[in-house]
């Protein structure tokens, strides 16, 4: 119990935000736009689970948004030319691994800090993408969306494919010696290197397996609609972020639980259409979210301090 | 190690400078009768781009009737500097007028105050300049005429009454809180039953407008319009109504492009996509341009007789292009862009 007490009370958190939309505006809980509001976030959980890692293994990768742009852009390409679904999900991984490898490199390879290197590829994909498309829609082939089934049926597929996802690495995390070196690596690299695990290898490895996650998150968005938006997935970085750190991802690396992330994702995903049904203005909308960050920031600063003294 | 990086840096530079090549025609030829032709340099923000293209198409059409050499030359990329590049090239060339679509309104205007010292006409077309740099701005649309006409398309679908809603780009966009004060203007002045609810930003971006009109279906159970004013807003509410399985019951229209939106307008999701037509635009540019350099356009004047299309106002220095255009289901496919 103590030891979930951090995931716990953001799950309150949310428990306390559905209950009162249950009780002013019942009418959040229709079935059909709660089903699309979860098929919405369900690329971006995916992409979460990545970010956790990232953080966790005290590193931090902003260029995420930039990366499922491009992921987007070249799957719907290869769509368009009439490439057979499942090697157009594999591709846009393999480009996913691909931009991330570049900044795994970078950083674990060159020693140069995350933050710097991922804002560079951040800025570099972005360009050059808009270079490339100027802004111009990919116009998707019939049938593509929801990947042939109907919209109900690709629905659910996504939301438990995304699902499916989390319990996995939440047990791979716990139960594989990989997992455990990235907490061991984000906690303190020295001493993973002294116990016996290449630290650089890790990270490395966290940001492949970052931009292949951002790959799969990409076409998983793209199936949902019959065009891509070369801008989709701006502003991704700091959605993702902020779920990990409100859902218990401690920024100092090495702590911080998947299922967490998951909650995290969801309380903020709530905001925007709770102020909807609320009839508040969107003004408020951003400045609900800083709050939570927020919120979740200083509780983590009081907790450590707390536990050093 | 250092040779990738080096290696990396040289080719991060090759691919920099070789965004923009340029290919401007000869100009200066002479007309059979012995008179100087008059060479017209038209330059869109970038050359690829299909809204661009289709400004083309008119623009070619205009040179074509009055006869006169068309140079179309612009940055592969919307870039300021480029532009700056391309028009001392045509001082260099000496055309006889020039028309620019602006990436960088304070950028271009020292390349385009030569450009008028050596005598070049200069109109500005789509985005301006500084006032002083051109002689005429050939204005594609006002606020007024775009907030005014989104608000009677919205009220002709809902016939007259009920309720709509508004997705924006951001709260903080400076042509859009303009025409959301004509949108309001009309509607407080003609169209009193139809009651705006609620105002959603996008952040310009289709997946989020999506979302933002999900919420808005199943929040307001009698809404009958969304109304969205950028251009990734249409498609993204169209994708929602669709999804929620309102097609036909809200009704959607915004401001956009037609290839973003021709499926949603052939499915019955989308009802009016309003933007100008653009070939219209580049036709304006061309006459317009040439006017001035045959010196029957001049400072002052109240309007412009344009060839086949008639006779244009002129607002101070602004040519009106006139009321925004309506693509529907009846003639979208006539336009590619």
Redo the contacts between chains.
Sequence with gaps: MKRHFRELSVAAALLVVLLGLAIVAPAFFQPQPLLSLLTREAPTLVVACGMALVIISRQIDISVGSQFAVCSVCGGLLAAKGWPLPLVFLSSVLFGAIMGAVNGWLVAGLRLPSIVVTLATMVTWREALRWQRQGEFVNLPDGLQWVGLSQIAGQWTLILAALALLVLLALATKHLSAGRFVYAVGTDAEAARLAGIRPQLTIFFVFVFMGALVGLAAMMNVVQSPQVDPKSGSGLELKVIAAAVVGGVAVSGGRGKLWGVFVGLLLLACISPALTHLHIEAYWEKAIQGAIILLAVVADGLRTRKQRN | ?KKIISLLLVAGIAFVSG?GKSDSSNSGSTTPDGGKKITVALMPK?K???YFISCKKGADKAAKELGVDLVFDGPT??DPAKQNEIVENWITLGVDAIAVACENREGISTALRKAKAKGIKVITYDADALPDAREFFVNQATPEGIGFTLMDEAARLCGNEGEFAIITAS?TAGNMIEWQKHIEARRADKYPNMKM?????C?????KA???T??????N?NLKCIMAICS?GV?GAA??VK???KTGKVKVLGLGLP??NR?YVHDGVTDSVILWNTEDLGYLAVFAADSLAKGTLKTGDKTIKVGSMGEYQIEGDSILLGKPFIFNKANIDQFDF
């Design positions: 190690m965004c970038s690829g781009n299909a990329d919307p709260l609810i609620a105002l959603r930003p952040d310009d971006l289709k997946d999506q979302s933002e999900t919420a808005l279906l199943s929040a159970a990734p498609p994708e929602a999804q929620a399985g290839n973003e499926r």
